[in-house]
């Protein structure tokens, strides 16, 4: 099985075969897992919405005998739906990280600002 997945250093079967060592970070390593899971969460979501929807529309086309019609209305939905959805949920955490972004900025700034002073005036 090795020779089909090689294990690069670093990478996740490296990560996922080390040895548990005291030197691990627990907080770390859940929030990079929590990451890689908000990463993936989109991809779960549409593909779910559209054949959860979708079976609902084909359910209720077999109980109104309106045959493909509300499948084709609930998985358009169930797909636009899960699509708004990321497309809000990315937005919201462009904002984030555009925030933070201008946050370290001013601190940049203001750090600098304190070097200045003190090359200049002498004062520490």
């Given at each position: 099985m090795s020779a089909a997945f090689p294990i690069v250093p670093g990478g996740v079967g490296a990560t996922?075969?080390?040895p548990a060592s005291k030197d691990v970070n627990v907080s770390s390593t859940r929030s990079?897992?929590?990451e890689h899971a908000n990463q993936t969460t989109g991809s779960y979501e549409l593909a779910l919405a559209v054949v959860v929807f979708g079976l609902f529309g084909w359910?209720?086309?077999r109980r109104l005998d309106s045959t493909p019609w509300l499948l084709i209305v609930f998985t358009v939905l169930g797909f636009v739906g899960a699509g708004l959805s990321i497309y809000y949920r990315y937005?919201?955490?462009?904002?984030?990280?555009q925030e933070e972004a201008?946050?370290?900025?001013a601190q940049a700034v203001a750090r600098g600002a304190d070097s200045s002073v003190t090359a200049e005036g002498g004062q520490s």
């Open positions: 996922l075969l080390r990079r897992f929590t359910w209720l086309d937005r919201a955490q462009i904002a984030h990280l201008a946050s370290l900025r």
